[in-house]
Nanobody, 129 residues
Framework: QVQLVESGGGAVQAGGSLSVSCSAS????????MAWFRQVQGKEREGVAV???????AYAESVKGRFTISQDNGKNTLFLQMNSLKPEDTAMYYC???????????????????????WGQGIQVTVSS
């Protein structure tokens, strides 16, 4: 019902900025809540930011004040603007989505990656010191 494709990312030095995008398509793409997760090899996937269908957001404590999640007006594209990047932000970043009627509150969805049924393929973000 929802297909997700990430783009952007790349490599930057600490203190720099990067953005990642996620394009959503499919029959339910315009009515979803969406999120960014990240994962370092050998570690569990962790929530970065969530945005609900009505625009409510939640952020991991580690990225508050530095990262901003947003969507375009058509809600087909999800963005994550990452500023003041740190080496510990290095990870594979994944876009996730759920049909709006099944979404949990953003502050809960942030901590339960298994509650998200739709995932992109991931995109690498590397921050060097």
């Amino acid at each position: 019902q929802v297909q997700l494709v990430e783009s952007g990312g790349g490599a930057v030095q600490a203190g720099g900025s990067l953005s990642v995008s996620c394009s959503a398509s499919g029959s339910a793409a315009s009515s979803v809540c969406m999120a960014w997760f990240r994962q370092v090899q050998g570690k569990e996937r962790e929530g970065v930011a969530v945005i609900s269908n009505d625009g409510m957001t939640a952020y991991a404590e580690s990225v508050k004040g530095r990262f901003t999640i947003s969507q375009d007006n058509g809600k087909n594209t999800l963005f994550l603007q990452m500023n003041s990047l740190k080496p510990e932000d290095t990870a594979m970043y994944y876009c996730a989505a759920e049909i709006a009627r099944a979404c949990v509150p953003p502050n809960i969805g942030l901590h339960y990656p298994h509650s998200w049924p739709y995932w992109g393929q991931g995109i690498q973000v590397t921050v060097s010191s």
